[in-house]
């Protein structure tokens, strides 16, 4: 045997659950699913003027739902044997085990991982990091004390279908602003460092300066003073 033929090949490693999640978060906020990302967007837009506009709650909107789900499943299971047409079935409608197993799984390792990000940083006392944290919650404070949880998760689903695939489709411009950004932040750094240093050089030749004149016009008059009365003592 041939030590290609000896040597196997490693087995691909097996999706996580929390990596399928990703994966399918990804398409549809990507658009790859086109027809799932345009239902979750209209179904989202739908929901957000019906509680926040509309004044209705999530009870009575969820009551049409079912009874407008009822209503048309009633009418067409009647309708259905008179057209030729099967009649619907709730058989793929089941939610298996695993896949329930799968989403806890995927909702508990992105807690998990959360959290250990929140206590890793807060233990290793990286004052910038923890800094920048705060400052950060501080942000999403203020956010959300400017609007209602359900107007900022909408503005949040909104932004989740708009500025990946902005970014994806110009993502070459985006990059040249973002590196010409960069070079006017590193230009006006330095000329704020020789301004600083400029302005520091000035202050320095302003206080000697003003030490010399005072030395000349107070101190000395005041030396000759003093000695002039010790001779006269």
Request: glycine letters at 4%; proline letters at 3%.
């Amino acid at each position: 045997m041939s030590a290609s033929a000896s040597t196997s090949t490693p087995a691909p490693a097996p999706d996580t659950p929390q990596s399928l999640l990703k994966d399918s978060m990804r398409e549809i906020f990507l658009w790859r699913r086109k027809k799932l990302s345009f239902s979750v967007l209209a179904i989202s837009t739908v929901m957000w003027v019906l509680l926040e506009i509309y004044q209705y709650t999530f009870v009575t909107v969820a009551s049409w739902v079912a009874i407008l789900t009822v209503a048309s499943l009633f009418v067409w299971a009647h309708l259905a044997p008179l057209l030729g047409r099967d009649v619907p079935s709730c058989s793929g409608l089941e939610v298996s085990e695993q896949s329930a197993v799968e989403i806890a799984d995927a909702v508990q390792s992105w807690v998990e991982d959360s959290v250990r990000y929140l206590f890793h940083v807060a233990v290793e006392r990286n004052w910038l990091v923890v800094a920048q944290i705060i400052t950060a919650l501080l942000i999403l404070s203020f956010i959300g004390s400017c609007f209602d949880f359900l107007t900022l998760l909408y503005i949040g689903i909104l932004m989740g279908f708009t500025l990946p695939v902005l970014y994806f489709k110009y993502q070459d411009r985006i990059q040249a602003c973002v590196e010409r950004v960069k070079m006017c932040g590193r230009k006006s750094s330095e000329r704020v460092k020789m301004d600083g240093r400029k302005l520091s050089e000035r202050v320095k030749m302003d206080g000697r300066k003003l030490s010399e004149m005072v030395d000349e016009k107070i101190l000395r008059k005041i030396k000759k003073k003093v000695s002039k009365e010790k001779k006269t003592e």
